[in-house]
């Protein structure tokens, strides 16, 4: 069995729309896929809807900070009518757009000839993002490629014309998360230098109710992986796996990172005690 429990669309800032990312999947020869679009469930229907022989799991990937860092929570099989949690991420959808527009009047104190109408524009129906505002910034020439926005001279963390967000505590995130009969899975603590979540935090997040630690993602050398392992085991926890696939935006490498079947299983189960995997 196959299963990519993290995978972008363009309900949030993947390339691809949802009915694609499935078709891609397939393609891709697996068997389970979880749609985590940032702070939305909206790509859901069209997913499903596509999904034909794959199992389709539900998910999300909720902004969260901590200790004045960011840190991503992904989130699975919750009931995403749940009041409480789906007046969360309205409010966490809300504060996006105020954000992307702070980030372009900074583009356009620094020069860069892009507006608040073109961002909005590629971003369409989607939960605006850092992407579509390197989209907006390519096109208008200011830079050569999307890629080249997330630098500090730019958008990326800290840099010239970026503006920090509203972000969920973790702790409550993964409260929310429960309290909407789902699991929380903390995403990549290891990908970078601005995203290391240390072994500390990952044991308080357990205390409190978390699921399971994402240990395959591209991002994450063979040594973090590693480290992250033994963690998992010593806390009881499920190591999953995802590709964290963009669409082009980080090159199509859907299926690229897995999590293992038993694994799959036993996060299933930590949602649904006595339920069947879907
Ligand atoms: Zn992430
Ligand atoms: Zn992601």
Known sequence: MRADLHVHSSASDGTDPPAEVMRRAAQAGLDVVALTDHDTVAGHAEARAAAGRLSLLPGLELSCQLGGRSLHMLAY???????????????IRDDRVIRARAMVDRLAGLGVAVTWEQVAEIAGSAVVGRPHIARAMAASGAIASPREAFTRDWIADGGRAYVGRYALDPV?????????????????????????????QIAGLAAVGLAGVEVNHPD???NERDKLLALVHDLALVATGGSDDH???TGHRL???????DAYEALVSRARPGGSVP
Request: glycine share 8%; charged share 25%; no cysteine.
């Open 77 to 91: 099989l919750f009931d995403a009518d749940q009041p409480e949690l789906a007046a969360e991420l309205a409010r």
């Open 172 to 200: 409550r995130a993964i409260g929310l998360v429960r309290a909407a009969r789902g699991v929380t899975v903390l995403a990549h603590p290891r990908a970078g230098r601005d995203t290391y979540v240390p072994d500390e």
């Open 220 to 222: 994450q050398s063979d």
């Open 247 to 249: 669409g082009s935006l």
């Open 255 to 261: 299926g690229a990172e897995t999590t293992a079947a």
